[in-house]
């Protein structure tokens, strides 16, 4: 079970998401005409990013339904970029050739799906010896901020509580480099980046699209109908963000880690 869902206040924290601000590490690797897989696209904004890069080569792009698969193929459309292919897919046993990649991504997936370690052996299996696997996810866990808002930290828990009640690993980042050890590869290099909202600008914007979050989405369906939470937690939470943000002195780190295999 994804446990952000779909709400808007969700996706609107997704397509924020570049190739540059999410996957720097990746960036280097990429050449124009090779071959990409793209798991987990969510709404599609990196994996266009991507396509961009390795043009005139293809990506293929999975969801694992089609209505979330909607999203990309409608900002793929949008920004006119017509070398993706999309499909829905598993990531636990993708329905793709062996061998049929030069580079297979995922970002912010690996957290997620029930077996960590089948996922990455699976998106060995389809990448061409030689290739690249590359996946970046956040450890909540390294989640830091200041000042100490009390409901921050009640938010942090009960995410992380939400997480692994669906089956998910929150603090995947710091797992990576073992999970990726696990799956059999032998030439890993791990590394870390970091998102930062520190100005007004990005305190509002992370800030408010919490606060939203907190009330709206999956995730606070599921913190209530679970008895994690009331209601009035959620709200008073949700002012917690907003009194986050407002704070001229605000300032939050989002941890990664990251992990490129050779195949």
Do not use: K
Request: glycine share 8%; with cysteine.
């Amino acid at each position: 079970m994804y446990t952000h869902g779909h709400h808007e206040s969700v996706l609107r924290a997704h397509r924020w998401r570049t190739a540059e601000n999410s996957a720097g590490y990746l960036l280097p690797y990429l050449t124009p005409g090779m071959s990409l897989l793209d798991v987990g696209c969510g709404p599609g904004t990196i994996t266009v990013d991507l396509a961009n890069r390795v043009a005139p080569g293809r990506v293929t792009a999975t969801e694992i339904t089609d209505d979330a698969l909607q999203l990309a193929r409608t900002e793929a459309a949008a920004r006119g970029q017509a070398n993706i292919d999309f499909a829905v897919a598993d990531v636990h046993a993708l329905d793709l050739p062996d061998d049929t990649f030069d580079l297979v991504h995922a970002h912010q997936v690996v957290q997620h799906v029930a077996d960590p370690v089948q996922a990455l052996r699976e998106m060995g299996r389809v990448c061409r010896p030689g290739g690249v696997i590359a996946v970046r996810d956040s450890d909540y866990a390294g989640f830091t901020w200041f000042p100490q808002v009390p409901e921050l930290d009640e938010w942090l828990t009960l995410y992380r509580r939400a997480a692994r009640a669906n089956g998910g690993e929150p603090d995947a980042g710091r797992r990576l480099l073992s999970w990726a050890h696990a799956a059999g590869f032998t030439d890993v290099t791990a590394t870390a980046s970091a998102w930062c909202f520190a100005t007004s600008a990005d305190r509002q914007w992370w800030g408010g699209m919490w606060a939203e979050r907190i009330l709206r989405s999956d995730l606070a369906r599921q913190l209530v109908t679970s008895r994690m939470a009331t209601e009035d937690d959620l709200r008073r939470i949700s002012q917690g963000w907003r009194e986050w943000a407002d704070t001229a002195a605000g300032w939050f780190v989002v941890l990664h880690g990251e992990v490129v295999c050779r195949v």
